[in-house]
T-cell receptor, first 116, second 112 residues
Framework: NAGVMQNPRHLVRRRGQEARLRCSPM?????VYWYRQLPEEGLKFMVYLQKENIIDESGMPKERFSAEFPKEGPSILRIQQVVRGDSAAYFC??????????????FGQGTRLTVV | SQQGEEDPQALSIQEGENATMNCSYKTSINNLQWYRQNSGRGLVHLIL?????REKHSGRLRVTLDTSKKSSSLLITASRAADTASYFC????????????FGQGTELSVKP
């Protein structure tokens, strides 16, 4: 059972370009979460998705950022018109459908975005 | 504001010594989780302790939880150089396993 797969591992974009980050959850997991980690900081929650639904996007910047988790295929975090401040590591996590007390999230290796 | 706050922010010890990291949180929780992150890598889940548990062990790891003080500690015994990493505590919100609130982390350095 493969873990959470993120690609690319490293992404370099010039200011103003678009960045697309992909996340394939673990097999059998229908909940996907995106986090951002700025240098020297902890992870900050961005968005929580289930298939074809955004459940909670309270951590997403209001502009330029969007996320989707289509019926088929990976979850995509899209950043339009990137700026230097978007440079960070972006992590995806997945968990199974049941949200019980001991539900554990499994993290991918992250995508490190560098905006030049 | 952060739900979890780790203490200390950085810790440097010699191989073989024990390392203790603390975490405080603000709201009621169902469980608390500890993660490890090696430099430039992803997060590895270490241990989950439920709110009705007081102590849990996993290999050289020992986690305690004091819900009355809203705090948890992670003890790594007989540390190794390979334990060098950042350690984060995290708590889920609204019983959603994956929506976690992370602390700032403790950076542990174990010198051989």
């Amino acid at each position: 059972n493969a873990g959470v797969m993120q690609n690319p591992r490293h992404l370099v974009r010039r200011r103003g370009q678009e960045a697309r980050l992909r996340c394939s959850p673990m097999k059998g997991h229908s909940h996907v979460y995106w986090y951002r980690q700025l240098p020297e900081e902890g992870l900050k929650f961005m968005v929580y998705l289930q298939k074809e639904n955004i459940i909670d996007e309270s951590g997403m910047p209001k502009e330029r950022f969007s996320a989707e988790f289509p019926k088929e295929g990976p979850s995509i975090l899209r950043i339009q018109q990137v700026v230097r401040g978007d440079s960070a590591a972006y992590f995806c996590a997945s968990s199974p459908a049941t949200g019980g007390v001991s539900t554990e999230a499994f993290f991918g290796q992250g995508t490190r975005l560098t905006v030049v | 504001s952060q739900q979890g706050e780790e203490d200390p922010q950085a810790l440097s010890i010699q191989e073989g010594e024990n390392a203790t990291m603390n975490c405080s949180y603000k709201t009621s929780i169902n469980n608390l989780q500890w993660y490890r992150q090696n430099s430039g890598r992803g997060l590895v889940h270490l241990i989950l302790i439920r709110s009705n548990e007081r102590e849990k062990h996993s290999g050289r790891l020992r986690v305690t939880l004091d819900t009355s003080k809203k705090s948890s500690s992670l003890l790594i015994t007989a540390s190794r150089a390979a334990d060098t990493a950042s350690y984060f505590c995290a708590t889920p919100l609204y019983n959603q396993g994956g929506k976690l609130i992370f602390g700032q982390g403790t950076e542990l350095s174990v010198k051989p």
